[in-house]
């Protein structure tokens, strides 16, 4: 294969951006409406999406097949059949009113990598497998992370009893994908099957365009704490009520959410705050609010300093609260563990981002992703690609082609030069 020289002083290999974006248009018009992008688990969509990426699959050169949770698997055998593998992967549900690029270019970027090793016949000392995961988002059964799950041999059968908004069961929506909800556990692999599980995935956020690189490389998946707060004072009369004597619970929450915010600015160690939800009651013009419930979402790159801030953060809430007279409850929706990428793949993951001639740029992953589960059976690794604006989850969110070329090839660097972790730690 022909190598032609980089602005960055390194090597590149023949674009493999002009195909990606291409099969990223292709995949992004498989959508429940035309007006927006939906593709959600077990539907109509998500089953012709399915095939498609066989089809890729099976075009570079991979065996594919459709797994027992509705992952999309491919394996690329190495120098002889059943070796360990490396997995790659990302999931290729998406959430309503999507954009094109979350999820589905780690699994397409992957496919491309493949498909090149396999035109110049070349044949690694291990497998490659690609995962098309199911269902990351979580929107139809409001549980996320279900094809990892199942992968990872952790999957909740209770959840096949959740519902969807048309009542139906996510048992009943996978018999009509064609899928037997029995034989989840067939999914299943265990940690000796894979060397390790790696994900491409656009950033989600502004920081590598700050910095005016196309790649990052992630240090870890930050963990989440959720919490669902009611601050309750004394409803009353706009007009009558005087000031000094209000129990104003809005007034108490909008105190509430700028502590949060100011907390986390000052932090200085990756720790993130967000009031995603705020509903007052009666929720009339005239009328003082007597009850408001919040969220609040807090994250951060260590799970210590995580579970630290939410303690601080509640005892500033619980204060505002008694000072200004109002009652509190205030509770743990979700908690989620930070995934640390293992250092032996970091390393290995910079060493191929310098290759291509590109700054190092570490950061943390804000977002969720499937090596949340993955980390149960193997060490993760990820390679961020900017996005414009920092977009994601939405019709605006997009990669430049040159960026999802040099993701490619980042990644390709990685795969050819992957050493195993018993070789990687000699």
């Avoid at 149960?376 to 996005?387: E, G, K, P």
């Amino acid at each position: 294969m022909n190598e032609i020289p980089t602005a960055g002083g390194g090597a590149a290999r023949s674009p493999l951006g002009t195909e990606i974006v291409s099969r990223i248009n292709q995949l992004g018009a498989i959508s429940e409406t035309s007006e927006h992008l939906a593709r959600i688990f077990l539907s109509p969509e998500h089953r012709v999406a399915a095939d498609l990426i066989m089809c890729w699959m099976k075009d570079a050169g991979m065996a594919a097949h459709l797994d027992a949770i509705g992952n999309v698997c491919g394996r690329y055998e190495g120098g002889r059949p059943g070796l360990p593998c490396l997995m790659l992967g990302s999931h290729y549900d998406t959430v309503r009113d999507a954009g094109k690029w979350d999820g589905p270019l780690g699994v397409i970027t992957a496919i491309a990598c493949v498909a090149d090793l396999n035109r110049r016949g070349v044949r690694l000392p291990f497998a490659i497998e690609i995962v098309g995961f199911a269902d990351e988002e979580g929107v139809r059964f409001a549980s996320t992370l279900l094809g990892s799950r199942a992968i990872a041999d952790t999957f909740d059968q209770s959840v096949l009893d959740a519902r969807d908004a048309n009542g139906l069961t996510m048992r009943e929506a996978m018999v009509q994908f064609g899928l037997d909800p029995s034989g989840i556990s067939a999914a299943a692999r265990k940690r000796g099957d894979l060397h390790a599980y790696v994900e491409l995935h656009i950033e989600q956020g502004p920081v590598l365009e700050q910095q005016n690189l196309p790649v990052g490389v992630v240090t870890a998946i930050s963990g989440a704490t959720r919490l669902a707060a009611n601050l309750a004072g004394m409803a009353g009369h706009a007009g009558t009520v005087p000031m000094a004597l209000r129990r104003d619970a809005l007034a108490g929450a909008a105190e509430c959410i700028v502590a949060v915010e100011q907390f986390c600015a000052a932090d200085g160690a990756g720790l993130v705050g967000t009031i995603g939800v705020i509903n007052a009651m009666p929720g009339a013009t005239n009328v003082i609010p007597g009850r408001v419930y919040f969220t609040l979402d807090i994250r951060a790159p260590e799970d210590q300093h995580r579970k630290q801030a939410v303690a601080a953060i509640v005892q500033r809430i619980e204060a505002i609260a008694e000072r200004r007279d109002l009652s509190l409850q205030i509770d743990v929706t979700h908690e989620n563990r930070t995934v640390p990428c293992a250092p032996w793949l970091k390393a290995q993951m910079a060493d191929a981002v310098a290759a291509e001639g590109y700054g190092v740029f570490e950061l943390p992953s804000g977002a969720g992703h499937d090596g949340m589960a993955m980390i149960d059976i193997a060490d993760v690794a990820m390679l961020f690609v900017r996005c414009r604006g920092g977009i994601s989850h939405n019709p605006a969110e997009h990669v430049e082609p040159a960026d999802a070329d040099a993701g490619a090839r980042v990644l390709l660097r990685f795969i050819e030069h992957f050493r195993p972790p018993e070789a990687a730690k000699a």
